[in-house]
């Protein structure tokens, strides 16, 4: 009798301890779990399934964004600076990493007139020239715009040398897309010359290319003629009639609400790509889309920083041009009526690096670095 007794508390402690609801439990939290971010943003609760994104804090001068770690296997993106993710039916916690740097100095002269910068690390692995879009200066790169300098940074920190200048047209200040007697690319030519000669660079060294819009146009167009390992072009496809001849390897960075300028400016790219893939060449696609705001999306802009980046974000908010999940809701490019909530003194000196961030989470034409890790790993294939 008493083993029987003992046999049944036994079952009862069992029956019990198989119905207590653990932490993990979805009957415990509602089905919601949580995402915890450190040295970043996109800490909440969510359900599972949900798309959620998570975005590291700006490097500072001494850092380039690594990657991420922790729970990173439902991380679409676990090396770029921000990421979407499918919310799984568990907790997760990730950390964004840092590389550390020596702060870049560009170096700035004048060659054959044209303004130049240029920054060699040691032991770098190439040369990198970067091309900028209509309207556009070398500066654009070195201190102007913030997801162009974020991304020479990156590059430079993986072992890139980096020369950059101009367009020789500085009225309308786009590149010559001549295929004979191109003058900017005899006044690249020079340039590379000059740096040889004075030992900066070594012409030993593999050369590659960096464009945005116009200048994605002209790098398709240089890296062809003269034979560069690799290049990347952001916004646009390039030069149409270059691809079926071209062997130099490529990666596309367009953005899925680039349309205003050209409505088939993605089409065309993709036809440009598919050239590549038919003819062996190595290339790759990628389509950025819109992620949401959140309060520090403005820090990486110098004259905002941390400090005031939640101010911008509030009065975007409070305008009503976010939606309920922090997006933007209308095109920032073409209508500009969200400029009316930004206040003195942001109104006017911030307004074109807020309309820059603007544009890159809507997903329209505005160079971004939410590729950098693809970029490079592409360019450091060949």
Not at 158 to 170: C, D, P
Not at 256 to 262: E, I, K
């Given at each position: 009798m008493k083993q029987t007794y003992l046999l049944l508390t036994l079952l009862i402690f069992i029956c019990f301890a198989s119905c207590k609801k653990s932490s993990t439990n979805p009957q415990n939290n509602n089905g919601k779990y949580s995402i915890t971010v450190t040295n970043g943003y996109g800490s909440g609760t969510f359900t599972a399934g949900d798309t959620a994104y998570i975005f590291s804090n700006p490097p500072t001068q001494t850092q380039v964004f690594d990657k991420w770690t922790g729970d990173i296997s439902n991380l679409v993106s676990p090396n770029e600076w921000r990421s979407a993710l499918k919310m799984p039916a568990s907790n997760i916690n990730v950390t964004a990493t840092y590389k550390t740097v020596t702060p870049v100095t560009w170096t700035n002269v004048a060659i054959n007139g044209s303004q130049v910068y240029y920054y060699v690390p040691a032991n770098y692995r190439g040369i990198l020239l970067a091309f900028h879009g209509t309207g556009g200066a070398a500066i654009n790169w070195t201190t102007e715009q913030a997801e162009n300098v974020n991304f020479c940074n990156y590059a430079i920190a993986?072992?890139?040398?980096?020369?950059?200048?101009?367009?020789?047209?500085?009225t309308t200040m786009q590149w010559d897309l001549s295929l004979t007697n191109n003058v900017d690319i005899t006044n690249i030519d020079v340039i590379l010359s000059s740096l040889q000669t004075s030992q900066i660079i070594s012409a030993s060294k593999p050369l590659y290319g960096v464009g945005m819009s116009d200048g994605s146009a002209f790098c398709s167009l240089i890296s062809y003629l003269r034979n560069y390992n690799a290049q990347a072009l952001?916004?646009?496809?390039g030069v149409d009639k270059v691809f079926p001849l071209t062997s130099v390897p490529t990666i596309w960075n367009m953005a899925?609400?680039?349309?205003?300028?050209?409505p088939n400016r993605q089409a065309e790219a993709t036809a440009d790509y598919n050239i590549l893939v038919s003819r062996n060449i190595g290339c790759e696609y990628y389509l950025n889309t819109p992620t949401p705001l959140y309060t520090s999306r403005f820090s990486i802009i110098p004259s905002i920083g941390s400090a005031n980046s939640p101010l911008i974000y509030n009065y975007l908010k409070s305008g009503g041009y976010l939606n309920t999940n922090s997006f933007f809701n209308i095109d920032p490019v073409i209508n500009t009526q969200w400029q009316s909530a930004i206040p003195t003194p942001y109104n006017p000196p911030a307004l074109e690096p807020i309309g820059d961030q603007l544009a890159v989470a809507y997903a329209q034409h505005k160079f971004y670095k939410d590729s950098n890790y693809k970029t490079i790993a592409f360019l450091n294939k060949f």
């Open positions: 993986n072992g890139y040398a980096m020369v950059i200048t101009e367009s020789k047209n500085r952001y916004c646009l496809g899925v609400n680039d349309v205003t300028d050209d």
